[in-house]
């Protein structure tokens, strides 16, 4: 019969052990709540969507012996997953693809639920349904391990939409445990979260690169704007500032020779050899019509001298490039005109939709001069205004043309031939 002493003993020993097993417990949350926190510390505040990537697979890695990881965002619009970044494999597979339903990825991807699959290998029969090299693409082999016997899949939500998967497998059967799935699913969480504000980020700034192919940047520069998501309708700015007009000569009767798309193929590879020359020398283009280009140059005149002798070098490149590959084509010729004064640069438009612009007389005079080279024979015509702020080296050929009345004004313009 067992004495009193040695009930107590063994109550002891059971409460010790009861106890010892709660602090183990307590330990492993404790450990947890650590590596959520170094995780979260790591990526949570990243925006390059690549650094993510890599160090979430890293730092899982470290804390779970994750050598074999990979990780596959969601297409937009589509239900295909596509990898984006990949761990400890020789094949990266970039860019493979699977489509939902498909094998444990595309099956995590439809349900978005942890699926862990163990003994692969001594399932032979569905080893194709198992295993990630199901799902490759025909052009694209997904990264995977030639002998697997453990995969482990982890949805990555955010408010119950799926951003992707993280996918890691190892040659042990059993590698991964029940027991990490409440960790994971939180790890999960926080990486899933990182890439949303990560793509959000970078979404962002292609959309704000996009509209300043349309708003020009240094237009909201001028406009007093940190970002052009500041500007507005009615936003406006004066100073003085110089006007380039450039328009091919004849363009109606070449056009007529080429099909609509012909003229867009023609004039885009035309401003490709032209434009540079006018960012190039401290000016940007403020609008294209048609083929004609007006562009503004905020600081020295001279600026908008250099940039139109430039583009007349570069409009015989472009010509020679062209004759090679066409011997009926007959070489374009283009008139500049520059002009400098008080201009009123700004926002017009309707609330639907607005666009930067200019008006002033400077404009009109610019555009004047532009049409006068053809009359006059020559390339680039300037205004006294423009000429009369050059230095001796600046003005180069110069050779003065007399005075000219422009439509709208009393007073008659000085214009001068530029060398080209």
């Known amino acids: 019969m067992q004495s009193d002493s040695d009930s107590i003993k063994q109550h002891i020993s059971e409460n010790e052990t009861i106890i010892q097993k709660l602090n183990e417990q307590l330990e492993r949350r404790t450990n947890e709540i650590k590596i959520i926190q170094s995780i979260s510390d790591e990526i949570i505040n990243s925006l390059d969507p690549e650094s993510i990537f890599n160090r979430s697979m890293q730092l899982l890695d470290e804390v779970f012996g994750f050598h074999h990881s990979h990780i596959l965002l969601k297409k937009e619009n589509e239900d295909v997953l596509y990898v984006v970044a990949c761990h400890g494999y020789e094949n990266s597979g970039l860019g493979a693809e699977v489509k939902y339903g498909e094998g444990i990825l595309g099956t995590v991807a439809r349900h978005k639920k942890i699926m862990r699959v163990s003994g ?51 040659e042990d059967i059993g590698a991964f445990k029940a ?44 406009l007093g704007k940190e970002s052009i998501l500041d500007i507005k309708r ?50 940007f283009v403020d609008k294209y019509i048609g083929d004609a280009i007006m562009a503004i140059f905020p600081n020295k005149p001279a600026d908008a001298v250099r940039a139109a002798r430039e583009m007349t070098k570069n409009l015989a490149e472009f010509n020679r490039v062209i004759q090679s590959r066409s011997e009926n084509f007959t070489q ?89």
Request: glycine share 8%; charged share 25%; with cysteine.
């Open 120 to 170: 692969i290998q001594s399932k032979l029969r569905i080893v194709k349904m198992m295993t990630a090299d199901e799902s490759k693409s025909e052009s694209k082999k997904l990264p995977g391990l030639p002998k697997v016997d453990s995969q482990m899949v982890i949805p990555l939500v955010v408010d119950q939409r799926l951003i992707g998967v993280y996918s890691v497998e190892s």
């Open 234 to 283: 009615g936003d406006q700015v004066q100073g003085e500032y110089t006007i380039l007009f450039s328009d091919i000569r004849g363009f109606t009767s070449i056009s007529e020779q080429m099909t609509p798309q012909q003229n867009f193929d023609f004039i885009n590879e035309y401003l490709g050899f032209i434009v540079p020359a006018i960012k190039k020398n401290g000016g």
């Open 332 to 420: 374009i010729k283009s008139g500049i005109g520059i002009h400098t004064g008080t201009i009123m640069a700004g926002i017009i438009g309707a609330d639907e939709r607005f666009e930067g612009t200019v008006i002033s007389d400077a404009v009109n005079i610019a555009s004047r001069l532009e049409s006068l080279t053809k009359e006059m024979s020559c390339a680039i015509i300037a205004s006294d205004a423009v000429v009369r702020t050059l230095s001796a080296e600046e003005r180069g050929n110069c050779s003065e043309l007399g005075d000219v009345n422009v439509k709208g004004k009393k007073n008659s313009v000085r214009i001068y031939k530029l060398d080209d």
């Open 179 to 222: 027991i990490d799935e409440l960790i994971l699913k939180l790890v999960g969480s926080q990486i899933a979260t990182a890439i949303e504000n990560a793509m959000l980020f970078k979404k962002q700034e292609r959309l704000v690169e996009a509209y300043r192919r349309f708003v020009p940047e240094e237009l909201h520069e001028m």
